[in-house]
């Protein structure tokens, strides 16, 4: 089963390698439209990314839910809960 911190970790992994993010900026409680200035298209590549850790299509409405970096986790951390089942 995989942590939400192991989650939490390829997120950052992740922001760093599509969006040129420092991985310092990147914190839980970050909001990603205002602190990060990503926008639904990069949500969206984002959430694409986030198939290779979960192995399963995301619904890209989740997505546009997202408001920070920790609603990420939970989202693909639900998605992995839910798989398990």
Do not use: C, W
């Not at 839980?28 to 399963?56: F, P």
């Not at 995301?58 to 546009?64: I, M, S, V």
């Amino acid at each position: 089963m995989v942590t939400r911190e192991e989650i939490y970790d390829h997120v950052v992994k992740a922001m760093g390698e599509l969006f040129d993010l420092p991985p310092e900026r990147i914190k839980l409680e970050t909001n990603v439209i205002e602190d990060l200035d990503l926008d639904s298209i990069d949500a969206i590549e984002l959430a694409v990314h986030m198939e290779t850790l979960t192995g399963r299509r995301l619904d890209p409405e989740r997505f546009r839910e997202m408001r920070t970096v920790g609603d990420v986790v939970d989202i693909v951390y639900g998605i992995l809960q839910t798989k398990a089942s």
